[in-house]
C-alpha cells in the first residue's frame, strides 16, 4: 500500500498533510481526507512533539552584536542571511553536541559539525563547512544568539575573515532565532524521539542520514512544500529564464 510505503520511507516522519502531498508528487491520487482516514485506520502516526531546554550560556562579558534580522525570516536569494545554533543529543557514551548554519533563503543545511564539546570550535567548524561549500559574496548576515560561542573573539575574527555581517538574538528571545529552533524541533520529534544511541557515532550517523533526507526530500511548508534543494533549483531555473 502506498500510505504505508510511504510512512516507513519517511521514518515515521510526517503527518497526513504532508503524506497526501508527497503521494501527489509521486502521481498517486487521493484526496486528503481518503489519506487522513487511512493513516487513521492503520494506525499510522507522527512522531508527537517534545520540549528540549535551551543550550544558550548568555552570561558572559564578551560583545554582542545588533540584531540585524529583527525576525524578517523571508529572504529573496540564496547566501544573504544564514544564521546558527546548536542542539545536544543524548547517547550511551555522553552528549553529542550539533551546530548548523541554515541559509534562511530556502531553509537549508548548509553547515554542521558534531562532536563532543559545546565549544566556539565547534560552531567555526559548522561555519567554515558552509562558507566552503557556499563562497557568498561579503556582507551576508549571520545571525545566532547570544551564546558565549557566537560571541567569543575567535567566531568574530572568523565572521570578519569570510566578511560577514553579525547578528544576535535579543536576550531570551528564542523566536529571534525560530526558523533553527523549528529546524532542531523536526530534527528530535521526526527522527530522534524514542531512539537510543550506544555511541555517539550511531547518533552522528542518524543525524547525517536526517541531513540528508531534510536538505533533499522532505517538504517544507514555508516553501510551498518543495525541499530546499529543489526550491533553490527552481530559482536557479528562473535566475536562467529571466536572463536569457
Not at 487521493?30 to 494506525?43: F, H, N, P, T
Not at 557556499?134 to 556582507?139: L, S, W
Not at 555517539?200 to 533533499?216: G, L, S, T
Request: aromatic fraction near 12%; charged fraction near 25%; proline fraction near 3%.
Amino acid at each position: 500500500m502506498h500510505i504505508r510505503a510511504v510512512f516507513a520511507e519517511m521514518k515515521g516522519a510526517y503527518g497526513w498533510p504532508r503524506k497526501w502531498r508527497e503521494l501527489a508528487a509521486r502521481g498517486i491520487r487521493a484526496g486528503k481526507e481518503r489519506v487522513r482516514r487511512m493513516m487513521k485506520s492503520l494506525g499510522l502516526q507522527a512522531r508527537g512533539k517534545r520540549r528540549f531546554k535551551a543550550t544558550t550560556n548568555s552570561a558572559h562579558d564578551l560583545p554582542i552584536a545588533p540584531n540585524l534580522l529583527a525576525r524578517n525570516f523571508s529572504v529573496d536569494a540564496p547566501n544573504k542571511v544564514w544564521t546558527g545554533d546548536i542542539t545536544y543529543i543524548w547517547t550511551d557514551e555522553g552528549w553529542l553536541y550539533l551546530a548548523v548554519v541554515i541559509d534562511l533563503f530556502n531553509r537549508q543545511v548548509v553547515g554542521f559539525a558534531m562532536g563532543e564539546r559545546m565549544t566556539r570550535t565547534l560552531v567555526m567548524d559548522a561555519l567554515r563547512m558552509a562558507w566552503f561549500r557556499r563562497h557568498p559574496a561579503p556582507g551576508l548576515i549571520f545571525h545566532s544568539d547570544r551564546g558565549s560561542q557566537y560571541a567569543s573573539n575567535d567566531y568574530r575574527q572568523l565572521l570578519r575573515d569570510f566578511k560577514m555581517e553579525s547578528s544576535m538574538s535579543r536576550k531570551g528571545d528564542c523566536w529571534d532565532n525560530a526558523v533553527t529552533e523549528t529546524l532542531f524541533g523536526s530534527l528530535k520529534v521526526e527522527r530522534l524521539h524514542g531512539m537510543r544511541f550506544g555511541s555517539r557515532r550511531q547518533a552522528k550517523d542518524e543525524v547525517m542520514d536526517w541531513i540528508v533526507f531534510y536538505n533533499h526530500r522532505r517538504l517544507h511548508s514555508t516553501l510551498g512544500y518543495a525541499s530546499p534543494m529543489a526550491f533553490e533549483q527552481k530559482w536557479l531555473a528562473r535566475q536562467i529564464s529571466l536572463a536569457a
